[in-house]
């Protein structure tokens, strides 16, 4: 049996708790001609904070796609730097050259010593 461990943003929070407030039709208040002015002021004021929330989750989009390119082209650089310092510590490697230790190197392959 596979268990995953969740991290901290695949956990549930309270976030996740929220429901459509108008799905519940019971109320305390008396059903009456003026009630609907209220329903129709709630249900406004509900869609102008969610067309608001959209409009920050697009910015915000657009902020985190800046930065992962940001990030995707600092690793970019990075991995040339060390592979350009990798290359200059072992040197090129050089088919059938042979190391004190008797042993033939083969051609790619990176020998550390510790």
Same mark, same amino acid.
């Given at each position: 049996?596979?268990?995953?461990?969740?991290?901290?943003?695949?956990?549930?929070?309270?976030?996740?708790?929220?429901?459509?407030?108008?799905?519940?039709?019971?109320?305390?208040?008396?059903?009456?001609?003026?009630?609907?002015?209220?329903?129709?002021?709630?249900?406004?004021?509900?869609?102008?904070?969610? +067309? *608001?929330?959209?409009?920050?989750?697009?910015?915000? =989009?657009?902020?985190?796609? #800046? /930065?992962?390119?940001?990030?995707? %082209?600092?690793?970019?650089?990075?991995?040339?730097?060390?592979?350009?310092?990798? +290359? *200059?510590?072992?040197?090129?490697?050089?088919?059938? =050259?042979?190391?004190?230790? #008797? /042993?033939?190197?083969?051609?790619? %392959?990176?020998?550390?010593?510790?």
């Amino acid at each position: 049996m596979k268990t995953s461990i969740k991290t901290l943003q695949e956990i549930s929070g309270l976030h996740d708790l929220r429901t459509y407030t108008g799905a519940v039709r019971k109320s305390g208040k008396p059903d009456l001609p003026t009630t609907a002015i209220l329903d129709l002021y709630m249900r406004r004021n509900e869609r102008d904070r969610l +067309v *608001k929330e959209l409009k920050r989750l697009r910015r915000r =989009r657009i902020q985190l796609k #800046g /930065r992962l390119r940001e990030v995707e %082209k600092e690793m970019t650089k990075l991995l040339e730097k060390a592979t350009k310092t990798a +290359v *200059k510590l072992r040197g090129t490697a050089v088919k059938g =050259r042979v190391n004190p230790s #008797g /042993r033939s190197e083969r051609k790619g %392959k990176m020998v550390l010593g510790y």
